[in-house]
């Protein structure tokens, strides 16, 4: 098996996993923080792929609401992603996109530690609110 089959195929049985907790939720919203550690010498290109991804995924994919990549101040290859995707089906249809996948394996190496939270919404009314002050402040 060649190392780009093994990469692949790592990155399918990753995402199956995913797919079958998010399918555990209620139905409706997937909220999810991405916890994030990259390898230092890796910082740059990572950021570069991760903000190219996140770009395309908001821009390219309706049930996309949110892809919202940051790090932290103090430790920058810490890296948090908001994730909110208006539901299962939208989340499933995100990992098999061409732009997600290219992120996956040519970030593989890059990455030190990956931990998924999924989050419950505590105010889902005031979520859409904050949406609809970005939008009027832009």
């Known amino acids: 098996m060649t190392t780009k089959a093994l990469k692949i195929l790592i990155i ?4 199956l996993v995913t797919l079958e907790k998010s399918s555990a939720q ?3 919203m997937i909220i999810r923080i991405s916890e ?3 390898f230092p010498n890796h910082l740059e290109a990572y950021n570069k792929i ?3 991804e996140s770009e395309a995924s908001v821009k390219l994919e309706p049930g996309v609401i949110a892809i919202f990549p940051m790090s932290e101040k103090e430790n920058p290859n810490q890296i948090r992603i908001l994730e909110i ?3 299962s089906e939208s989340y499933q249809s995100h990992l098999k996109t061409p732009h ?4 996956k394996i040519s970030t593989l190496k890059m990455v030190k530690s990956l931990k998924l ?3 419950d919404a505590l105010d889902s009314k005031t979520m859409t609110q904050i949406f609809k002050k970005l939008k009027e402040n832009n």
Do not use: A, R, T, V
């Open 85 to 87: 995707y208006e539901n």
């Open 117 to 119: 939270i999924d989050m």
């Open 26 to 28: 209620q139905p409706g």
């Open 50 to 52: 991760l903000k190219e």
């Open 12 to 15: 399918s049985l990753l995402c």
């Open 100 to 103: 997600f996948l290219k992120y």
């Open 36 to 38: 994030i550690e990259i």
